[in-house]
């Protein structure tokens, strides 16, 4: 084996160790689909489902706030056709509120400082969003 297929098969072992922790890491539903709800830090994805859309959300803080990052697709697309971006800035304790045409609702929150992003199921009140 020449050194430069031995490395070649060195990063590709890395590469495959990489995304079998990934996998390992994220449960996954019985319909195969990876589920994190989520509090998560900057960076880390939460993944779930919203009436009949995926949803993938991830966010970079910057000046206090959540800059928000979500993606929306439908669940019978396998092409990725359907998909939809949104991004938002939400202050510490601040709620997004996601609708689908089913009416149902995902609810996205900033944690306090900017230090998370997590799903909550009900909206706080007014005072402690700052609306």
Same mark, same amino acid.
């Given at each position: ?9 060195? %990063?590709?072992? =890395?590469? @495959? ?7 390992? &890491?994220?449960?996954? *539903? ?44 439908? %669940?019978?697309? =396998?092409? @990725? ?7 938002? &800035?939400?202050?510490? *304790? ?38």
């Amino acid at each position: 084996m020449t050194p430069s297929t031995r490395i070649q098969l060195l %990063r590709f072992a =890395a590469a @495959g160790a990489i995304v079998a922790l990934t996998a390992a &890491s994220v449960p996954a *539903r019985s319909d195969g689909r990876p589920v994190r709800l989520g509090p998560v830090g900057p960076l880390e994805p939460i993944m779930t489902t919203v009436g009949n859309q995926n949803v993938i959300a991830f966010y970079r803080p910057g000046d206090g706030h959540c800059n928000i990052y979500v993606v929306l697709n439908d %669940r019978a697309d =396998a092409r @990725g056709h359907s998909g939809t971006q949104l991004r938002v &800035s939400l202050s510490p *304790r601040q709620i997004v509120h996601l609708d689908t045409p089913d009416n149902d609702t995902l609810n996205l929150m900033c944690g306090d400082d900017a230090e998370t992003l997590a799903i909550v199921s009900k909206a706080l009140p007014a005072s402690a969003t700052g609306f």
